[in-house]
């Protein structure tokens, strides 16, 4: 039997609202090498978004994001327009389906990523139930942190398909829930926390859409060139030899 690798973080972000001025961020070739590196993370992170760390992964499609809580705040909508700009850009088909919380799918039905919306307590009690440590499990409870996630690889190599879950608070302000949507489309791709860049490839908001660096960053991500498990030095070689930039 395969033994899961798990690894748990706190999302402990910048967390203010996207907004959008990221329309407006350059996209000379450097500065979409320097999204997408941050997109790639630095090795010590890496493992948190269960990502090998010395190895360049993304995700194969289709995928699929499942979510479930949220009342009457109409994320259906907003995770749907994110997964088709993502999708677009990355040539991955996402799709998005919603789920009642009190009929929450077992393991292999729940997809790629599985996003709950739901009031502290509720979140807590979901934590406890995936064996995420108390201290944390108390940080979500009394809101000094907004959200938790946890991935895992069903396998160890560089290959393997990962999933993950994020339990997001209900008590967070729209937008703020708007910006964990758009991350949770950046790690359901194999990306890593990319923080400030946020901003500059996507906009949240109004339009929940990725700007023009965001396409060409995960147009990037997905080139033919980069190929799964080749080593992350050889890929970033790359990547900056496909913009055209000087080693």
């Given at each position: 039997?395969?033994?899961?690798?798990?690894?748990?973080?706190?999302v402990?972000?910048s967390?203010?609202p996207?907004?959008?001025?990221?329309?407006q961020?350059?996209?000379?070739?450097?500065?979409?090498?320097?999204s997408?590196?941050?997109?790639?993370?630095?090795?010590?992170?890496?493992?948190?978004?269960?990502?090998?760390?010395?190895?360049?992964?993304r995700?194969?499609?289709?995928?699929?994001?499942?979510?479930?809580?949220?009342?009457?705040?109409g994320l259906?909508?907003?995770l749907?327009?994110?997964a088709?700009?993502?999708?677009?850009a990355?040539?991955?088909e996402?799709?998005?389906?919603?789920?009642?919380?009190?009929?929450?799918p077992?393991?292999?039905?729940?997809?790629?990523?599985?996003?709950l919306?739901?009031?502290r307590?509720?979140?807590?009690?979901?934590?406890a139930?995936?064996?995420?440590?108390?201290?944390?499990?108390?940080?979500?409870a009394?809101?000094r942190?907004?959200?938790?996630?946890e991935?895992?690889?069903?396998?160890?190599?560089?290959?393997?398909?990962?999933?993950?879950?994020?339990?997001?608070?209900?008590?967070?302000g729209?937008?703020?829930i708007?910006?964990?949507?758009?991350?949770?489309?950046?790690?359901?791709?194999g990306?890593a926390?990319i923080?400030?860049?946020?901003?500059?490839?996507?906009?949240?908001?109004?339009?929940?859409?990725?700007?023009?660096?965001?396409?060409?960053?995960?147009?990037?991500?997905?080139?033919?060139?980069?190929?799964?498990?080749?080593?992350?030095?050889?890929?970033?070689?790359t990547?900056?030899r496909?913009?055209?930039l000087?080693?």
């Amino acid at each position: 039997m395969i033994r899961f690798a798990v690894l748990l973080v706190a999302v402990v972000l910048s967390w203010t609202p996207v907004g959008t001025g990221g329309a407006q961020a350059s996209d000379a070739p450097q500065a979409i090498y320097d999204s997408f590196e941050a997109l790639l993370g630095r090795r010590d992170v890496r493992e948190i978004y269960a990502l090998p760390p010395e190895r360049y992964w993304r995700a194969t499609g289709p995928l699929q994001v499942t979510i479930a809580g949220g009342g009457n705040l109409g994320l259906v909508p907003v995770l749907e327009a994110l997964a088709g700009e993502f999708g677009r850009a990355s040539a991955i088909e996402i799709g998005v389906r919603a789920w009642a919380l009190a009929i929450m799918p077992e393991a292999g039905q729940a997809g790629d990523l599985t996003i709950l919306v739901v009031s502290r307590p509720l979140g807590a009690e979901f934590a406890a139930g995936l064996g995420i440590d108390v201290e944390m499990r108390r940080r979500f409870a009394d809101g000094r942190w907004p959200a938790l996630f946890e991935f895992r690889r069903d396998d160890l190599s560089a290959t393997g398909r990962r999933r993950g879950i994020m339990l997001l608070a209900d008590d967070l302000g729209r937008a703020e829930i708007e910006t964990f949507l758009a991350l949770s489309m950046v790690w359901t791709l194999g990306g890593a926390s990319i923080g400030d860049e946020l901003g500059a490839i996507v906009d949240v908001g109004e339009r929940n859409r990725l700007t023009d660096r965001g396409r060409r960053v995960f147009a990037l991500m997905y080139d033919p060139a980069l190929t799964l498990g080749q080593p992350l030095d050889e890929a970033r070689a790359t990547a900056r030899r496909l913009l055209g930039l000087a080693d």
